[in-house]
């Protein structure tokens, strides 16, 4: 039964009102009710942490340092006087992002040069920046509850840094080694994330995650030839969701 999102819950009806209070489970609550059904004891599908983490790269680096995930070096620039400090910490080429609600590719940047970084720090606050690596592909994994359904590499086309989709990445089904599995499996349940899309890359021999995708595209899954939502069905009947 979908009730659908009202931004003010005085907007249901008693009936409805009744039903999200007294049901066993309410999936996707968006992230408006997510933590207000947690702080009730209420279960949800994705967790709270999927929504508290989703599209916040700031809040994800911290998450990855303080678990001892491998992440490529980071940091956060707030204000001018710390702005000021970035080439303290990194040489240039590096990379540089939208720090919130960016996603798909957009608002990533290759910094090679000062004026790179001139124009990238007069549009974006604060600055997130992070050591580039020179990688050609990367491999997105989607974990769902406590299972991987889906895994494949992503490639970047010619000339271009990125590998997203949206940004003309190719979607590739070439097998994915076991130990990039079990590593997101690893880090989906350790974050407390139960429906995303993680992007690990390897460079010099040692795997990173880039970030987690809570909004992730369902290209991969097409292109595989399986039914995104199907298999979220067949996970809901089988109780594994």
Same mark, same amino acid.
């Given at each position: 039964m979908?009730?659908?999102?009202?931004?003010?819950?005085?907007?249901?009806? &008693?009936?409805? +009102?009744?039903?999200?209070?007294?049901?066993? *489970?309410?999936?996707?609550?968006?992230?408006?009710? &997510?933590?207000?059904? =947690? &702080? !009730?004891g209420?279960?949800?599908?994705?967790?709270?942490?999927?929504?508290?983490?989703?599209?916040?790269?700031?809040?994800?680096?911290?998450l $990855?340092?303080?678990?001892?995930?491998? #992440?490529?070096?980071?940091?956060?620039?707030?204000? +001018?006087?710390? *702005?000021v *400090?970035i080439?303290?910490?990194?040489?240039?080429?590096f990379?540089? +992002?939208? &720090?919130?609600?960016?996603?798909m590719?957009?608002?990533?940047?290759l910094?090679?040069?000062?004026?790179?970084?001139?124009?990238?720090? #007069?549009?974006?606050?604060?600055?997130?920046i992070?050591?580039?690596?020179?990688?050609?592909?990367?491999?997105?994994v989607?974990v769902?509850?406590? *299972?991987?359904?889906?895994?494949?590499?992503?490639?970047?086309?010619?000339?271009? $840094?990125?590998?997203?989709?949206a !940004?003309?990445?190719?979607? %590739?089904l @070439?097998p994915?080694? %076991?130990?990039?599995?079990?590593?997101a499996?690893h880090?989906?349940?350790?974050?407390?994330?139960? =429906?995303?899309g993680? @992007?690990?890359?390897?460079?010099?021999?040692?795997?990173?995650?880039?970030?987690?995708n809570?909004?992730?595209?369902k290209?991969?899954f097409?292109?595989a030839?399986? @039914? $995104?939502?199907?298999? !979220?069905?067949? !996970?809901i009947?089988?109780?594994?969701?």
């Open positions: 979908t009730l659908g999102v009202r931004p003010n819950f005085c907007d249901y009806d &008693a009936n409805e +009102k009744a039903l999200i209070r007294n049901s066993e *489970k309410v999936y996707y609550p968006t992230g408006l009710y &997510a933590d207000l059904l =947690d &702080a !009730m209420k279960k949800i599908f994705p967790s709270v942490h999927n929504y508290l983490f989703s599209q916040d790269k700031i809040k994800q680096t911290a $990855f340092t303080l678990l001892d995930i491998s #992440h490529p070096q980071t940091r956060v620039f707030y204000g +001018k006087r710390q *702005k *400090k080439l303290n910490y990194f040489s240039y080429p990379i540089a +992002k939208q &720090a919130r609600g960016s996603a590719g957009r608002d990533v940047f910094i090679r040069t000062k004026k790179d970084l001139d124009e990238y720090l #007069h549009a974006y606050t604060p600055a997130y992070q050591t580039y690596l020179p990688i050609k592909r990367d491999i997105r989607v769902i509850g406590r *299972k991987v359904v889906h895994a494949y590499w992503r490639v970047a086309t010619e000339g271009e $840094f990125r590998t997203n989709v !940004m003309g990445g190719t979607v %590739r @070439d994915v080694p %076991r130990p990039v599995l079990d590593l499996l880090i989906a349940c350790a974050c407390g994330w139960n =429906d995303v993680l @992007d690990i890359c390897e460079h010099e021999g040692q795997y990173y995650v880039l970030e987690g809570m909004k992730y595209g290209e991969g097409r292109v030839g399986m @039914d $995104f939502y199907e298999i !979220m069905e067949d !996970m009947e089988k109780g594994e969701i």
